[in-house]
């Protein structure tokens, strides 16, 4: 088991959930999947995300999804499984099977009703006692969730709550709320800062404090490689990497449907079988096929020029 | 096996989950609900509403308590099963579960990313075809789903989707729509349309074509009459008895609050052991359990005066 | 001018604005309607509220209607004006222009941009210094400005904003927020607190703290006594009446509709000349109509009842 | 005058309103603008956009804005004001006053309440009665309303209403919306389609059937050289030069923070006197700064490689 810690860096992929056309289950691509993550470069995984195909599964098929990428990782990566739920009841249920099944820590989002600091604070206290000594990530995504985490409800969490070790920043607009966290006396202790939004902010998250991405662009390659220079103090390399993919990343951060075009570029570059969501969810048109093929054509392009 | 139809009317009670202080199920209050709510005049009953507890329950507890109703029931009223969720293989297999229990029908609300008419009825047809042959109630609730259904949309999904056949009327307001609804002319066929929002407008609704409630105020007798005499042509008298209690349907219609209000009532009535709500989830502050005895106070003298 | 303060209680009604069936502002219906508020027992009037019409008028309109008002109010009683505005130029003219009038006070609702505590407390902040030394209502109406008010964030205001005189306390539900803010120690100075909602919880509400009411049910008189009796111990009168007026003031709490069924029902009395809405703004159908007119009946029968 | 019609293309230019640091407007700024934007390549201008400090400007504010632009621009290009109101009347007085000053058109936006395609036509419809016979742009940004427009509302719309002349495009993704609009028979005749989101989609929206961008960002030279070339049909030249400018429009677009980064770099080109925003408002911060220089010379950088 390798545990998620305070010193969570570099990228954790968010996984995407393989199907077959016919909607079942493509095990074996899930395989291919964590191996090509793990070769792109990734520090970690994170499965069953609020955004993606989650919330599609059975009970049964999510447990079935984690147990065989924690069978693929065997313990090189840690696995955070997202455990978001209405009630504590299943949050715990899906965190301790994850927890026995070797997974590294869950990641928590909060409930729509929540709406001030003190709700909050209130919230993830509950939460982290609820699903034991567990470490877990404070997914603060408000464009999704429609909850304001405010920089002091996270240094009350932080403070109150030790096993809240990772913050999944995904504010937007965002930076300056990394800055603020990371200002001396803000936070009782440094928690990890990993970033989200298709990673169309990286290089100036990694400037203002954080410690990598998670989220889940299709070239988790672009990530790394920003990481990578920002923290050898190449900003300037960085940069370059990031604005050849930024068009691609652009293109597939559009809400709702950035999956289907997250899918088609894995399966295109062999990583899943098939493109198919499962419904209701659709995959791209042709002409957005053809856009897609385009920016890939320019991208390819363009990364030989850099190189 | 009751079997959900277009012919729905009378009082489809929304059944509260009863725990027990620990959070612990509690299958004896079960029991003694389900007889409480045909003592009181049911004529259909709903579990796992999206509005209450449900969420909490873990896949396994949820299937768990509707087959304790059903056994209790055992054949008398139709049950529907609420299987709303994020993707339609969690919602089928939840439907095919209550119907082979025994179910009657189930009860679908929209998820809050649809925004169009033409995406509501895509959904709509989508999710029956996915349940089969299972007759369900289109659950119309803006306030809580984010989702407006206009009167076209609804008359579309009639027109092309058979197994619809009742709508939980929720809009607020909603008396107009109630009204177009059973114009000469707007529906293909003729659907069942059972009303919400804690019984709150009632009186109204009859007038206005509706069958009867679907709603979990914590006097089903209060919907009982106000069906009954509206149906017998008495409005008048129907009036008397829903103001007697619109004090309290009044107080436990706050959004959120309500259902600690419900559970309160039920206990000190001896339907259902304890108060209790699973966490996260309050119980009522003795303020205001102070207020709720006040108004049952009021109007039980209330309801000798009038007869 | 009698200006606003801490010691704000009983009822100000919020006005409604009298157009013709043209659409024209009835200058004439203005005044009647002031008198009418005096007879009924208002202590306060509140114009150009966001909920009403006031968002209709143009800028030289609104300050008719409010001097209009102040003339025939002739110091007899406070007029508040709602200036919430999106920026503070137009705020601080709105506010320049009544106080220069003789309104007592103004009042500012939050910008739905506002999310966390420190945004809020800075956002009331900026403004009173903007107004100037001008009293002001905070308002606080979650269900339409999207702006969650925590008891903390509205105990730093009262802290750091001396101006800030009244709350106007809107939230739903809402009880247990009355209680927290009256609760020793939780605000540095005693404001006054008077609530909205159209009246639906004034029973509660005065036993929970308030002062009194600030909002427009056509029935101010319900209001008045609600407060009267509440105040000198009498709660079981209070009950009654407020049970005669509550079949009416739940069916006028219906969002969107509320303004045409009140001005209906002042049309009906005799108040205002014209029932219209300034479109786009619909009046009631003849079936809202015929149901207006019913609870009116069984309103007065009841009242009657009662003496 | 130059009036607004379906012909419109290329880069209608939002506009900012220039302040001095005090929060005075500043008409000199103005003028520099309205040269720049002209110099720039701007076929029309867009003023007092929902989006911008338009409504932090008084009424009489608004006008002298208004009145500046136009006789700066003086016939050479039409100017689209923004009427966007409560209520008609108010938006009749604007678009009366703004026409009548040599206005071509001005833009409409739906407020929040409209829930159903129905009630969107009912609204565009009787808002364009009561502008008279002024031709609009429809503005569609769902995530700033909160309302969504379906296609077959847009084709009523354009069907019902004749001075429905032009789409402003900002659904978010929207690039299937514009090829359904644009394919056979959908809409009853063919209206000019220009698109906003800071020009972050503009490839795409081009190749999809757009006339162009109506938004603001902060270098119209991109939109001009995109919507040029790909009308052209150099669609890789389009390309290249809108890559050189996408990190600055991502950083741009950052929802709340972008006007401050806007003006920023406007007030560094020397356009406009004062990065100021009026209150409530902020500046960016130096950090920030630092990020836009950064960006700023980076795309200089690559404009030089791309020549």
């Known amino acids: 088991m390798t545990r998620l810690t305070e010193e969570a860096q570099g990228v954790y992929v968010i996984a995407v959930t393989p199907f077959n056309d016919d909607g079942a289950l493509d095990m074996e691509s899930v395989d291919r999947m964590v191996d090509f993550y793990l070769e792109a ?14 919330p599609k599964l059975t009970t049964a098929e999510s447990l079935e999804v984690v147990q065989r990428i924690l069978a693929r990782l065997n313990g090189r990566i840690p696995l955070v499984v997202g455990v ?17 099944a070797g997974a590294g820590g869950v990641m928590i989002a909060p409930p729509g009703n929540l709406k001030t600091d003190a709700q909050i604070v209130t919230y993830y206290t509950q939460a982290a006692e609820f699903i034991g000594g567990v470490p877990f990530v404070l997914q603060d995504f408000p464009l999704a969730t429609g909850v304001h985490i405010s920089v002091s409800a996270i240094a009350r969490i932080v403070e109150d709550v030790p096993t809240c070790v990772c913050l999944k920043h995904e504010d937007w607009p965002g930076l300056e709320k990394i800055s603020a966290l990371r200002a001396e006396g ?3 202790r440094r928690i990890s800062i990993l970033c989200g939004n298709g990673g169309l902010f990286l290089p100036e998250e990694m400037d203002r404090g954080a410690d990598g991405a998670m989220t889940g662009f299709c070239y988790p390659e ?9 923290k050898a103090g190449d ?3 960085a940069r370059d990497i990031f604005n050849a993919y930024l068009p691609l990343a652009r293109y597939e951060q559009q809400p709702g ?6 899918k088609y570029v894995l399966a295109k570059r062999g990583v899943i079988g098939s493109a198919a969501l499962r419904r209701p969810g ?26």
Chains 1, 2, 3, 4 share one sequence.
Request: charged letters at 25%; glycine letters at 8%; aromatic letters at 2%.
């Open 41 to 54: 470069g990734a520090t970690g995984l994170t499965a069953l995300g609020m955004m993606g195909e989650a």
């Open 84 to 100: 978001s739920a209405p009630g504590f009841a299943q949050m715990a249920e899906l965190s301790k099977a994850s927890m026995d």
């Open 186 to 188: 803000t936070l009782a």
């Open 222 to 230: 672009m990530m790394r490689d920003v990481v990578r220079h920002s």
């Open 235 to 237: 900003a300037a390399r």
């Open 257 to 262: 449907l950035g999956l289907a075009v997250r």
């Open 282 to 307: 659709a995959g791209l048109t042709k002409a957005a096929q053809a856009e897609v093929d385009t920016l890939l054509a320019r991208q390819e392009e363009r990364l030989k020029e850099l190189n």
